[in-house]
């Protein structure tokens, strides 16, 4: 019996383990959403942003794909904030979003998606509307296809809704795609001598070398070096533990001030992160003079817009491997640490120093952090540092929005995975504003996160960068009259709200102990801090 497009689509998605779906449905996706299989799982967000968000997390959390489901060019529109996220945290989304029906289309009626193939455009890798209703599955599968190949990132489909009742009359082949890049030797040899010969060789990591699976190849080859390591600037996620001795913090995203703290090195090796993500600007040379960088990247467009340095197309994490193996161990003195945080001063105020501290205090330690705390996020990188792969979630697009739904999408994750991983969030009350309803999600599938909220009562960041770029009087930065245990209330959450320092602790505490989504809201100082 002849298939309709439908159900070889659903038997598609089946045989490719996408069968948990993030959206927000609308009339244009019915088509595709009646009968809707038993064995898939509809994660409904009540907006189409954390929708996107939170199939990011999931995929970054799985490494799988995730599939999406959002609503013709309106539900494209509200996510597009989300879709560049994904975009540069690399994260495998299979969007689609509905179309008018064919019979139709010339007339452009309501809810027409007028260009499908630009929408998302330049956020995705591949953007299609199939030819025929038959294509569908075949362009679910090259879909798949593309959003896995290295470098990963989310991929869009237009289906217009009439497709879903046409017969398919021929299923297509499932195949398996290779999702990563080699790392061939001979092209890593010369970087390995260099580093062998280096003076005051120094690495700098991405996130890239954790998505492939380069943890613990990076520890290896940085213990072979005995070399400073340093995170690459705008990185969404660590690519090498924050605790190390050998790891020096992240590099500041300004030219000047990058180079500055890579002087008196000779042989800079960045793997899996750009070179480097800039901003603001603040003018100086890219490197060190004398020094020479190398560049370790799976994505031919980070290679090309490098603006120094010689740039090797390889799988970030095995060419980790690679060059533990190639480089001579160095006899050179280790360098030395970082000097250990001292205990925040307690104040009558809450810093956001004193926050994260009690948060280390207290969180599991195989915890995993989401967080979306623009202005604060230097505080929280020194004060929560990672120490294991796959553990620390971030956006690295700068668009806000991401955070709280991203959180909820990691947590199903360590659900399905059986980890299940304490799930923290840690996202500032102006971000968090624009996503909120994310948290309803969390309460209708019970998932355990402790959402925390630092409220400083203003968008503090653009309060930093107005200091930076010499901007004053910028209107629309302050944030009165939030009420954040009213919201997560409304939306089925306990929670509580924290101003004395004195119950900090105690309130954390609690929230951490909870196997049901719970939200603290924390009335830290609003001081704004420097930029740089």
């Known amino acids: 019996m002849t298939k309709t497009v439908q159900e070889a689509f659903f038997d598609m998605a089946r045989h490719l383990g996408l069968t948990t779906v993030f959206g927000n449905p609308g009339s244009t996706e019915e088509t595709f959403l009646k009968h809707f299989p038993a064995d898939f ?55 689609t979003a509905g179309q008018q029906t064919r019979e139709m289309l010339l007339l452009e009626p309501y809810l027409t998606n007028t260009q499908p193939h630009a929408i998302a455009q330049p956020y995705v890798k591949w953007s299609y509307e199939p030819a025929r209703p038959e294509d569908v599955p075949g362009a679910l599968m090259r879909a798949y296809a593309m959003a896995v190949q290295a470098p990963a990132g989310p991929v869009f489909l237009s289906l217009p809704m009439d497709d879903a009742d046409k017969p398919c009359p021929r299923i297509p082949a499932v195949r398996s795609i290779g999702r990563h890049l080699g790392a061939d030797t001979k092209f890593l040899q010369p970087v390995a001598q260099a ?8 690495l700098v990591l991405g996130g890239a070398v954790d998505q492939s699976g380069g943890w613990d190849d990076a520890v290896r080859l940085a213990a072979r070096l005995r070399c400073p390591v340093w995170a690459a600037p705008g990185e969404g996620r660590p690519g090498f533990p924050e605790t190390h001795p050998q790891f020096m913090g992240s590099l500041p995203g300004a030219i000047g001030p990058l180079c500055e ?21 603040v003018a100086g040379e890219y490197i060190p003079q004398g020094a020479r960088l190398f560049h370790i990247t799976d994505d031919p467009s980070e290679a090309a817009r490098a603006p120094v340095g010689d740039s090797v197309l390889a799988d970030p994490g095995r060419a980790c491997a ?67 792969s796959n553990s620390f979630f971030s956006m690295s697009g700068g668009v806000l929005g991401y955070g709280l739904p991203a959180a909820v999408g990691v947590a199903l994750a360590e659900r ?71 919201l997560a209330k409304g939306y089925g959450l306990h929670a509580t709200h924290v101003s004395d320092p004195a119950a900090l602790s105690g309130a954390l505490l609690e929230g951490m102990s909870e196997d049901q989504p719970w939200l603290v809201e924390v009335e830290i100082d609003p001081t704004v801090p420097s930029l740089l």
């Open 195 to 202: 580093l062998t010969s280096a003076r005051s060789p120094v």
């Open 416 to 486: 399905e995975k059986g980890t299940n991983r304490k799930v923290i969030a840690i996202v500032g009350d102006g971000a968090a504003n624009y996503v909120i309803q994310a948290l309803w999600t969390a309460v209708q599938h019970k998932l355990p996160v402790l959402f925390v909220v630092p409220a400083n009562r203003a968008y503090n960041i653009l309060k930093a960068f107005a200091n930076q770029l010499d901007t004053p009087g910028v209107p629309g930065l302050d944030l009165p009259g939030l009420d954040f245990v009213s």
């Open 261 to 281: 703290r890579l002087e008196g090195h000779d042989v800079i090796l960045v793997i899996g992160a750009p070179v480097f993500r800039y901003y603001p600007y």
């Open 41 to 95: 799982h509809y994660v409904l967000a009540l907006q189409e942003a954390p929708a996107v968000a939170m199939a990011d997390g999931y995929a970054q959390a799985t490494g799988r794909p995730a599939l999406v489901n959002l609503h013709t060019a309106a539900g494209m529109g509200n996510a597009l904030g989300n879709i560049e996220s994904a975009w540069y945290n690399r994260a495998p989304l299979i969007i």
């Open 322 to 388: 690679v060059l533990a193996d190639l480089v001579r161990e160095s006899l050179r003195p280790a360098p030395v640490p970082r000097p250990a945080l001292p205990e925040p001063a307690a104040g009558e105020r809450i810093t956001a120093e004193r926050l994260y501290y009690e948060i280390e205090q207290i969180r599991p330690a195989d915890s995993v952090i989401v967080q979306e705390s623009m202005s604060t996020l230097k505080q929280l990188r020194q004060r929560l540092p990672t120490h294991r």
